[in-house]
């Protein structure tokens, strides 16, 4: 029971100016470097003696996101924190976002604040200025296409294609915990949409729930490996799944590798929702996206700088391409890795 | 009549990271900046020395354009050109666009390679790489987002906010054909559909109807101002109707203007067009989108570097603020102007 009506007002009250105006006000320019934000037809950076790094993402209501489960604040800040992961990914520095949006009318202003707010957040987590966009209305649901634009030096950007033989691979952190926290959102979505009374039964599943909903950017393992002067040989972002990533690394590389299932981070809670669904954990990891660790090999003469870190884990070895992508089990077989992660057009 | 079926690849046959390579190969990196394009987390830009420039478009099916007569070609040409044509109202060069597109299953491999055909054209045009981008499913639709990055100096770079009293007020070309041809094709569409044996009448508007299907954007007014060593006061260019752009250049410069309706350039076939439809001419070019000519400033002593340039016009002067922006018509009256332009959000 509602005793007041929820403030509602119409995004066409505004106009496209003023609704641009209306969201971004609360955006300040915090880098020296951003000379101009929104408010002219494009967005002023300088960076003398830097290399620009620049990444986009889109994401589709129905596609990649669902409002039913995820709340708008939650989706902003994901939007964002997804696209700096992979200037992350590069060993660079996000500096700047433009955030483009399509929306039908269906979304309010108040709807799109939270957006914004949860945009905002993220913004401010990683020190990143919005700096431009794009706003205009949709036929059918909402789609956010984020730009990330960020800084680094040639001797430190890391990229996928130079893994060597010898190198160990490494990962940041648990693994396959956002798949299993969307497939719990998935089935009480389903139990809702068959019984409207029933109430989410969400297990306490915080941990796992949280890294489908807020995931972060490894921002601290940047800055890690800056403060350990640790820079890897090769490094990605798993969004697709440990599996899918490493077949990027291996193939534009030109090199195998040999995983060990023993050394693939997988959290406790992440373990057991695995087996409550019937699903192997190992698998989960290996195939599940969006946890948004960093996949990344190092020369083993640096293993010193990582060796003792509680985020850091060891899982293999790059090896010869003829030796293949393999996967050494817990059970003491070994058999050659599929990448299968995302597949958004098989959806 | 078709004696073979045409053929049609389905999307999901290639995969994402498939499909990418496929619409990307063709897309060699030509400038020496371009360190990283495609095929990476992100693409990085080597400027040392320059500032980079930044514009993103997000461009919807059935809001910003209908594939109705909208060949994907075109559309992808445009959707570049839209682009660029803002990193030159900065008087910046731009070198790089990335591409995020989400689409539904109803368009094959081929009616997506018609579109980024198109673009490859653009590209090549603007001297442009595509660096980067992202590819996904749509339930409905086609949605395209591009962000154009750009390069040029701080002495050089042209915001809107520096209009000064007594400027000349310019524009690069004439106006209004562009909303003209979109009248044109809206109304063959209707009546196509009442009628699908119809043929269009496009009563040979070629100019008018190129105007909206392939505007260009003008790159050449830019190499104008370098080799006539001309640094406007303040630019923009005019997406939405010159009243809107003189809008938002008088307000964020705090200045007001007085506007010649003699001096606003309309093409002989706009006019006559206008009127068939029973519209103004000088409605249409004032309140009419799409144009993508240039709308400038320049200080009165830099007249004699453009007085005789053929794609030059000068239509008016800047004024002090409290004396508004105002319209001189051709029949002696002169009355305030009001901002219209496109509004999508009330479409």
Redesign the interface.
């Known amino acids: 029971m509602q005793d007041q009506a929820e403030q509602r007002t119409d ?2 009250t505004l ?2 100016f003023g ?1 641009i105006e209306h969201l971004t006000r609360q955006f300040p320019l915090e880098n020296s470097a951003s ?2 934000g929104v ?20 994401l ?5 996101f669902d409002l039913m489960y995820s709340p708008l604040k939650h989706l902003g800040y994901k939007s964002v924190a997804v696209n700096v992961s ?2 992350y ?2 060993n ?1 520095q996000p500096k ?1 976002i ?1 955030v ?3 929306l039908s009318n269906r979304f309010s202003l108040e709807a799109l604040d939270e957006l914004y707010e949860g945009i905002r957040l993220a913004c401010k987590h990683y020190g990143v200025d919005l ?4 706003t ?6 909402l ?1 956010l ?1 984020i ?4 800084q ?1 030096t ?1 001797e430190k ?1 890391v ?3 130079t893994a060597k033989i010898g190198d160990l691979i490494c990962i940041s952190g648990d693994l396959g915990a956002a798949y299993l926290g969307l497939q719990i959102l998935e089935r009480e979505k389903q139990l809702f949409l068959s019984n409207p009374g029933i109430q989410p039964d969400l297990e306490a599943q915080n941990y796992i729930i949280g890294r489908q909903l807020k995931p972060e950017a490894r921002m601290d393992i940047i800055e890690m490996f800056e403060k350990n002067q640790l820079v890897p040989t090769s490094m ?2 798993i969004s697709d799944g440990l599996a899918s990533e490493l077949f990027h690394i291996c193939t ?1 590389s030109g090199v195998g590798a040999f995983l060990e299932e023993s050394g693939i981070p997988i959290h406790p809670d992440t373990e057991l929702q695995a087996i409550k669904f019937g699903l192997d954990p190992a698998t989960c990891a290996l195939n599940g996206g969006e946890d948004y660790e960093l996949l990344f090999t190092i020369n083993p003469k640096d293993v010193d700088k990582i060796r003792f870190l509680p985020d850091i884990y060891i899982a293999g070895e790059i090896v010869e391409a003829k030796d293949g992508i393999n996967l050494h089990t817990k059970g003491g077989n070994i058999h050659a890795l599929k990448a299968q992660g995302w ?5």
Chains 1, 2 share one sequence.
């Open positions: 995004i066409n106009g496209e609704l000379i101009k408010g002219d037809d494009a967005a002023v950076i300088d960076n003398t003696g830097f290399l620009t790094v620049v990444s986009t993402d889109m589709v209501e129905g596609i990649h992979d200037i990914a590069m660079a700047q433009t483009s949006i399509a700096v431009g966009g794009d205009s209305s949709s036929n059918r649901g789609i296409s730009t990330a634009i960020g680094g040639a950007m990229y996928r294609n990605i972002d534009q597949r958004h057009f098989e959806g």
